[in-house]
């Protein structure tokens, strides 16, 4: 098959075809990543982007759908692709590429709107509450990782609600967290006793739940189905309080599973990573997930699930809460530790907070034009653990893990919106 490959260089905006030298150094200097199709390879890093288009591939459509896995990749590609379809004698339909750009969203303009200043006059608690509900015998890393990054981003107070085997791990870790051992897994409970446990751990929970801005429901929460009950009781009554719920890792097990705990709650947020978003799409739209047209499918989802927001992990983040689309592609890291889910989902609890906070508060001088606050958090959490995986991947190399990057979380913040 002919084909014809064209290259653009992000620094210098210059256009080369494959063979010259700017092309081959990049390709053999550089990994891409690929995306699937009969007729277009599309291969991206940070310095360069390449399109391989087969000849009889050669029209505007084929242009577009590269164009928008384009922006899935990385925002700078995006305002430079509109020049690499010119130089390939494309055209595009203007609607869809306005579209297209609408996408990518001004992440520091909203982290800068939705932080609230360190005020004197304010008291313990008033910058966020966060509960995490995670952590059984097998994960005690993922509810510290999500609880603490809560804290170093600037939350008040968080709360870790774990299996009794996994508070002493979880408490060891650090002194900053509230640790309660007040969940049970099935091994530990005879079937007699099942009824007066569940009503326990609930009784348990509601003593505190009031007091929470925000839960983030399922970092290593496991599988169990005793468990997984009377997480969903908790998530019951937490519907009812109007508490915001982020729901990740085994949440996301559990509430694919049974969709009615979050359908129709415009406070729940879910932070789905590949695997979990295939088998989201694939109970929800009966269907594959579709890279082409991932944000199309992605607001079908949060639209069927009745205006829940997504966030869709990957190379880029995709938020969708049914109305709008949005996405954050601040430069992250390559290095893909386990763990860097659990920071997001820490800091998506307290950004949602404090966007909360921010649209009550109705200041009319704020510059953010849309207003779900689950959208905002979303955003906000994204573009930090990005910062932040980028500013620990700078020092660490290869040999970053996730308490690097939770260690960078201050000054991705700072940097944005500074403390003084
Ligand atoms: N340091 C820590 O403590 C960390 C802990 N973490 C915690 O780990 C949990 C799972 O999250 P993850 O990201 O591994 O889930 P994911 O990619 O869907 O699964 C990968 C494969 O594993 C399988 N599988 C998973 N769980 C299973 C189970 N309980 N029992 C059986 N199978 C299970 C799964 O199979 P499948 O669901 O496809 O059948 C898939 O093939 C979650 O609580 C997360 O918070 C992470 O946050 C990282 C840091
Ligand atoms: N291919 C990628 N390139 C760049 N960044 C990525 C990529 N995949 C994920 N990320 C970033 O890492 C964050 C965590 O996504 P990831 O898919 O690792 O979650 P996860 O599997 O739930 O993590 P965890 O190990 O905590 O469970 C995302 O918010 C995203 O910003
Ligand atoms: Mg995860």
Redesign the pocket.
């Known amino acids: 098959m002919k084909c014809k490959t064209v290259g653009l260089s992000l620094e210098s905006s210059k256009v080369g075809v494959a063979g010259n030298g700017i092309i081959k150094s990049a390709s053999i200097s550089k990994p891409f990543?690929s995306l699937q199709s009969n007729y277009v390879f599309l291969k991206h890093c940070w310095d360069w982007c390449l399109l391989k288009l087969m000849r009889d591939g050669m029209n505007s459509r084929i242009l577009l759908d590269a164009a928008k896995s384009c922006i899935l990749a990385s925002s700078p590609v995006f305002r430079r692709q509109q020049f690499l379809i010119r130089c390939v004698g494309g055209s595009t339909d203007q609607r869809d590429m306005q579209a297209l750009r609408s996408l990518e969203v001004d992440s520091q303009s909203i982290i800068r709107a939705i932080t609230p200043a360190l005020d004197p006059t304010r008291h313990k608690g008033q910058a966020g509450n966060i509960a995490v509900i995670g952590g059984c015998r097998e994960y005690t890393g993922?509810p510290y990782?999500s609880a603490i990054s809560a804290l170093k981003i600037g939350a008040d107070l968080s709360h870790v609600f774990c299996t009794t085997d996994a508070a002493p791990v979880i408490k060891s870790y650090s002194p900053e967290l509230i640790v309660h051992p007040v969940l049970e897994e099935s091994y530990n409970v005879g079937e007699e006793h099942k009824s007066s446990i569940a009503s326990k751990v609930l009784a348990e929970v509601d003593k505190w739940l009031e007091r929470f801005d925000c839960l983030v429901v399922g970092?290593g929460l496991g599988r169990d189905p005793f468990l997984l009950d009377c997480v969903s009781e908790i998530m019951r009554h937490a519907r009812q309080s109007n508490i915001p719920i982020v729901i990740?890792?085994d949440g996301l097990f559990l509430v694919t599973n049974n969709l009615e705990l979050v359908s129709g709650y415009a406070l729940a947020v879910l932070?789905?990573?590949?695997?979990?978003y295939k088998r989201l799409v694939q109970k929800v739209l009966s269907s594959e997930v579709n890279d082409i047209d991932a944000p199309q499918q992605l607001l079908s989802l949060a639209k069927q699930i009745g205006g829940v927001t997504i966030?869709r992990?990957?190379?880029?983040?995709l938020i969708s809460d049914g109305d709008t689309v949005k996405s954050?592609s601040?430069y992250?890291?390559?290095r893909?530790?386990?763990?860097?889910?659990?920071?997001?989902?820490g800091s998506v609890a307290v950004f949602l907070s404090w966007a909360r906070q921010h649209i009550l508060a109705a200041d009319s001088n704020s510059n953010i034009r849309f207003k779900n606050p689950t959208v905002l958090g979303c955003i906000a959490?994204?573009a930090i653990?990005?910062k932040a995986?980028s500013l620990a991947f700078s020092n660490k190399k290869r040999s970053t893990v996730?308490g690097d990057i939770i260690e960078c979380l201050g000054k991705s913040l700072e940097d944005i919106s500074p403390a003084s």
């Open positions: 990543i993922a990782f970092p990740d890792g932070t789905p990573n590949v695997n979990e966030l992990k990957g190379n880029s983040d954050v601040v992250g890291s390559p893909r530790c386990g763990g860097q889910g659990d920071i997001l989902s959490g994204s653990l990005r995986a996730t």
